[in-house]
């Protein structure tokens, strides 16, 4: 009760531990200890909000269900660019480029929310921690394949 934030970021580093050998073997992790992207890392408010943010800042380039228009198509995410690579390298991208026309322009958490939404969009799950702001550290998450349905 007194600290659910450590609990759970401790059983993210479970996780973590769990599938570093799997990532060894696919190459996946830049140091092999990326938590997969299907395993949940953000939440379901993150991903809420960010569905607002995305329709005001977003969907009239990247289409209101991201299905693309004057910007690319966001589902599915570009695996060639993407895919079993770390989060920090869409976040850089939205970050740093986006909006197209105001690259920069809005706060770091609402780009992380913004990118949980897209994740969300992409059939990835919900989990119990906040997908952190910060690029640095998304280099500890790789976008592994969504789940089945
Ligand atoms: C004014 C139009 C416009 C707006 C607004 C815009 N984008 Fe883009 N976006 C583009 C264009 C054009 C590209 C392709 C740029 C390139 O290839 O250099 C792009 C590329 C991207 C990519 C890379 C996709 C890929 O497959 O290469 C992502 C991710 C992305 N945008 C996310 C966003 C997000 C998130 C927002 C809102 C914060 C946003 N964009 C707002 C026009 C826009």
Do not use: K, W
Request: hydrophobic share 40%.
């Amino acid at each position: 009760m007194q600290r659910p934030r450590g609990v759970g970021a401790a059983a993210v580093l479970l996780v973590g531990v769990m599938l570093a050998p799997v990532s060894l073997v696919l190459g996946e992790g830049e140091d092999g200890s990326g938590a997969p992207v299907s395993s949940g890392v953000f939440t379901a408010e993150q991903a809420e909000a960010g569905r607002e943010a995305f329709a005001e800042h977003c969907a009239r380039c990247h289409g209101a269900e991201l299905e693309g228009g004057f910007g690319p198509t966001l589902v599915p995410l570009d695996r060639d660019q993407f895919g079993d690579r770390p989060l920090s390298h869409p976040f850089g991208i939205i970050t740093t480029e986006m909006p197209f026309d105001a690259p920069g322009s809005l706060e770091a958490d609402v780009y992380a929310e913004i990118l949980a939404f897209i994740l969300s969009e992409n059939g990835y799950p919900s989990g119990p921690e906040p997908l952190p702001a910060d690029r640095e550290r998304l280099t500890e998450f790789v976008l592994d394949d969504p789940p089945a349905e």
